[in-house]
């Protein structure tokens, strides 16, 4: 399912707007027939809620329904996430956001709606299918062997091979060199073994890990929740990194300085609904908290959050 | 050193962190001089993370008190009787060192080594001997694959390793009974291995100019793979070990290559004969751990290993199919126990119903965990095995000496490997504290 064209679904869209192979660079510009109309995918299927600016967003979900038995976990969600902007999703505990993160990589999958990556539709079996397309998750435990170096992190599961052996060397380089692009300075030798590394370093390794598989998407899963104030701010610089690399960022957290320092969108989901949605600037704390606790916040009652978004549904 | 991304700005590390960073990096990771690499290696001993060295270092007490007890420990007909006692452990060692990486364990594999042996001999016994390679390599794919079905029982329904090769070790022992009363019907028990090849591994030997040879050769190759190695990195600005570390390196693989070489080269024969020249038996292990440790350290196979064992969940979300890795190991485990049963075999002149397949395999986990590899998975080297497992042979060896009997060896073997445990332990605590 690495091929989101060849879709039998919706013989329609196969092959149609931005060209169906292996995505080549579609993060880097907008797709060519954009400007003239930014939504030619599937008119009858999808809202009316593309960003105005005529670029087609890189995900789109549409309608995202998820159940576990009895338990209604997701209702109805219908969210994009734009290249270049970082997009975070709070809630309380239980307000969905682990299982919707979930379902964009790939580990559940919907039981209504659609995701649309780069206009096209494509279904998520598993984490690998997500991954193929450039979807990368950085979960809170960060999945990294603290017996291995950070190269060997960095490259688990991906080692170049050179004359049947690794090819340290030019993973090494590989490795130096994304974190340079990052920024990430600190650590002192890309050879120290990963459980060395304090926490702040430890999730930056595990975003460049993410980057350098040529991730479009990155998700990060609570980035800072066991992170002192410097090692905060060493990951909030590295969000804005990858933001400024064109790289669609996902950000969940519970902790709203970050996520206004941070974030240029701010999805609020509540009891598994999308409350509201809009640029950062709209929401102070105290309308976030507003929103996340009852679904509503008077603050914000006059300012209609985005031209079509939030559709604040109760 | 210009092996870091950019110089780090002066606060943003602050000084606890980098401690912790400095005790827990290896030392080739970040010294920059001889003198900075000993400061950092000295930090690691006290974390009970230091490599080769200590061990080392045990093992050169542990001789020296034999030798201050016997005079005849040091003699060159010991010593070779030593590195062949120690050949076979260390064999049983390396072959622990796969599932050990993984924090699995194998106790089958004493007497599934006797299995392959049995068939090997088997399959040599006059007068229609099979020709050997081919013997060998029954000998070899017999315990390889009942290790790989014990791995792919582990795997598919996840079960405790211990338990099934714990059933595997006492299936094992009543195929060796089964294999043994149809391949030896009327030898009590045994079979013979008759001369040949492979009863040359322990009785033939190099000759002393071959010894010569083979080993400047071995130590040329391994101190020229180093260097390049080494100096290809430095020259790519790339981590790499201080110039004095690698030649010091070099320095002690070829020190100890002209030991071996000079205690095999002494006559140890009696009276008028001569015996002299390095057993074969060294050279078969030499290679094994060459190979073993090249497939570890330097192929996909061996970084899965490490990367299952230090966390197996953060190799399974990297995409690595943990089974193949795991069954593939365990299979890798039994082919260099079959190796041990054939060196074994070659070492006593016989495979028998006797064997103490339990205890041997105890002492091949006791020889990993001695040279370093950690029970828990993900850390240790072949090398380690071989260190830990020349420990344990020079305290059977060296009571044996004195004259003393079974129970001081095993008493003292407990209580190194005891040591050896805790030492591990510590340090595996200490490094997820910090």
Redesign the interface.
């Known amino acids: 399912m690495t091929t989101p064209s060849a879709d039998d679904a919706r013989p329609a869209t196969a092959g149609r707007a931005s060209a169906p192979g292996p995505e080549p660079s579609a993060s880097q510009q907008p797709d060519a027939p954009a400007p003239s109309t930014p939504e030619p995918e599937n008119p009858a299927e999808v809202p009316t809620q593309a960003p105005s600016n005529g670029d087609q967003p890189l995900l789109r979900l549409v309608d995202i329904g998820k159940s576990f038995g009895p338990v209604r976990v997701l209702t109805k969600i219908t969210l994009d996430i734009p290249i270049g902007q970082v997009t975070a999703v709070v809630g309380d505990n239980g307000a969905g956001k682990s299982t919707l993160i979930k379902t964009i990589s790939g580990i559940y999958t919907q039981d209504e709606g659609q995701i649309i990556w780069q206009g096209r539709q494509v279904h998520l079996h598993s984490p690998k299918d997500a991954s193929d397309l450039g979807i990368a998750t950085v979960y809170q435990d960060l999945a990294l062997c603290d017996n291995l170096d950070i190269v060997a992190n960095m490259f688990l599961g991906r080692e170049e091979v050179k004359h049947f052996q690794l090819d340290e060397i030019g993973m090494e380089k590989a490795a130096k060199q994304t974190l340079a692009d990052l920024s990430v300075v600190t650590v002192r030798s890309v050879r120290q073994p990963v459980g060395s590394l304090s926490g702040g370093q430890r999730q930056a390794v595990a975003v460049a890990r993410a980057v350098m598989r040529q991730a479009k998407l990155v998700i990060l899963d609570e980035p800072t929740a066991a992170l002192g104030v410097t090692q905060t701010r060493v990951v909030l610089d590295l969000i804005k990194r990858l933001k400024s690399q064109n790289i669609a960022v996902i950000v969940i957290s519970h902790n709203l300085n970050d996520v206004q320092s941070v974030a240029d969108r701010i999805a609020v989901l509540r009891l598994g609904r999308l409350v509201a949605v809009g640029p950062a600037a709209q929401y102070d704390a105290e309308s976030i908290v507003d929103l996340m606790t009852t679904g509503t916040s008077k603050r914000l009652a006059a300012v209609p959050a985005e031209p079509s978004g939030s559709s604040s549904e109760h | 050193m210009s092996?870091?991304?950019?110089?780090?700005?002066p606060e943003?590390?602050?000084p606890e962190?980098?401690a912790?960073?400095v005790?827990?990096?290896?030392p080739?990771?970040?010294a920059d001089s001889l003198g900075e690499y000993v400061k950092i290696w000295l930090s690691r001993i006290r974390n009970g993370d230091s490599g080769a060295l200590p061990v080392i270092a045990g093992l050169v007490v542990i001789v020296i008190y034999f030798q201050a007890r016997s005079s005849l420990f040091l003699s060159a007909g010991n010593l070779v009787n030593l590195i062949g006692q120690a050949a076979w452990i260390v064999m049983l060692g390396m072959a622990e060192v796969f599932v050990l990486l993984l924090g699995e364990i194998d106790l089958s594999i004493g007497y599934t080594a006797a299995v392959g042996g049995t068939f090997t001999l088997w399959l040599l016994l006059p007068p229609n001997p099979t020709p050997w390679p081919l013997a060998v390599l029954v000998g070899l794919a017999v315990p390889a694959i009942f290790s790989g079905l014990e791995g792919v029982i582990v795997t598919r329904l996840r079960l405790p390793s211990f338990v099934v090769t714990l059933a595997g070790q006492l299936l094992a022992f009543g195929l060796l009974l089964e294999v043994m009363e149809t391949a030896a019907p009327n030898g009590g028990g045994s079979i013979r291995l008759y001369p040949g090849v492979l009863a040359n591994i322990y009785a033939g030997a190099l000759s002393p100019l071959a010894g010569w040879i083979v080993m400047v050769a071995a130590v040329a190759l391994v101190g020229a793979l180093f260097l390049v190695r080494d100096t290809?990195?430095r020259r790519?600005n790339?981590?790499a070990p201080p110039l004095s570390v690698t030649v010091l390196k070099i320095a002690a693989i070829a020190v100890a290559g002209v030991v071996v070489v000079l205690i095999g080269n002494t006559n140890r024969g009696a009276g008028l004969t001569v015996v002299e020249g390095v057993p074969y038996v060294v050279l078969v292990v030499v290679v094994v751990v060459v190979a073993w440790s090249?497939l570890l350290g330097?192929?996909?196979f061996g970084?899965y290993v490490?990367?299952i064992?230090?966390?197996a969940?953060?190799?399974r979300?990297?995409?690595?199919n943990l089974n193949r890795i795991r069954v593939l190991a365990f299979t890798l485990c039994g082919l260099t126990a079959g190796i041990m049963g054939i060196i074994f075999a070659s070492y006593l002149g016989s495979v028998s119903t006797g064997v103490q397949g339990g205890q041997n395999v105890l002492l091949g986990v006791a020889a990993g965990v001695i040279g370093g590899v950690s029970l828990f998975g993900?850390?240790g080297k072949m090398v380690g095995a071989v260190l830990g497992g020349f420990i344990v042979a020079v305290i059977y060896n060296g009571l044996e000496l004195l004259g003393l009997g079974a129970a001081p060896q095993n008493i003292w073997t407990a209580v190194v490997l005891l040591a050896a445990v805790t030492v591990d332990t510590l340090a595996r605590r200490r490094?997820?504290a910090?």
């Open positions: 092996t870091d991304v950019q110089e780090p700005p943003a590390a602050d962190e980098v912790s960073e005790a827990l990096a290896a080739d990771v970040i290809s990195k790519s790339l981590t090249l330097r192929t996909r970084r490490y990367a064992g230090g966390n969940e953060a190799a979300r990297a995409g690595i993900g850390r490094s997820t910090a």
